[in-house]
T-cell receptor
């Protein structure tokens, strides 16, 4: 079984400031990791994913995340945020073996609010 | 929403009423999932289907039934709705055989009074 902890439930920042949304996971097996974004009153959209290879993963809208196996973390970063980045962000994990049918376990979400 | 449609978009029920949430895909993928989203809880898996005719329980299956009669559609049924089932329900499909990424529909917002 896996679990995901998103360390901050809310993160307020000013426009053009850098931001880091933190995610830690727990798993007894190797994993795939994901970040999804949910804009108000919409469904979830994939931001980026880590499957294997380079531990620095780049996604859409200028976001990137770094997989750190020793610290079991997958923090999301953006060097300069925009008002339009205001949304809720979810970290998710699944076993990479396929035996679990890639069921996702989600964190509870981090609400990013970008202020002018 | 990656070819995933959900109906209805909104629904209000009274306690004890029944209803079916519909999910359909036009991508010919095998795996489909139902999640519920509650404030401060993230998304939790209710049921999933690896292929036509097969379904399995997820983390929070109590009070729900599902049906996967064909590859395209995966329905979620509430036989006797309870206020605790007030939530936003998302259907997702998984692209590819070896992985990995789930794509989500727009959601159904359900209120049980």
């Amino acid at each position: 079984a896996q679990s995901v902890t998103q360390l901050d439930s809310q993160v307020p920042v000013f426009e053009e400031a850098p931001v880091e949304l933190r995610c830690n996971y727990s798993s007894s097996v190797s994993v795939y990791l994901f970040w999804y974004v949910q804009y108000p009153n919409q469904g979830l959209q994939l931001l980026l994913k880590y499957l294997s290879g380079s531990t620095l993963v780049k996604g859409i809208n200028g976001f990137e995340a770094e997989f750190n196996k020793s610290q079991t973390s997958f923090h999301l970063r953006k060097p300069s945020v925009h008002i339009s980045d205001t949304a809720e962000y979810f970290c998710a994990v699944t076993s990479n073996s396929g035996g679990s049918n890639y069921k996702l376990t989600f964190g509870k979400g981090t609400l990013l609010t970008v202020n002018p | 929403n990656a070819g995933v449609t959900q109906t209805p978009k909104f629904q209000v029920l009274k306690t004890g009423q029944s209803m079916t949430l519909q999910c359909a895909q036009d991508m010919n993928h095998n795996s489909m999932y139902w999640y519920r989203q509650d404030p401060g809880m993230g998304l939790r898996l209710i049921y999933y289907s690896a292929s036509e005719g097969t379904t399995d329980k997820g983390e929070v299956p109590n009070g729900y039934n599902v049906s996967r009669l064909n590859k395209r559609e995966f329905s979620l049924r509430l036989e006797s709705a309870a206020p605790s089932q007030t939530s936003v329900y998302f259907c997702a499909i998984r692209q590819g055989v070896s992985a990995d990424t789930q794509y989500f529909g727009p959601g159904t917002r359900l209120t049980v009074l």
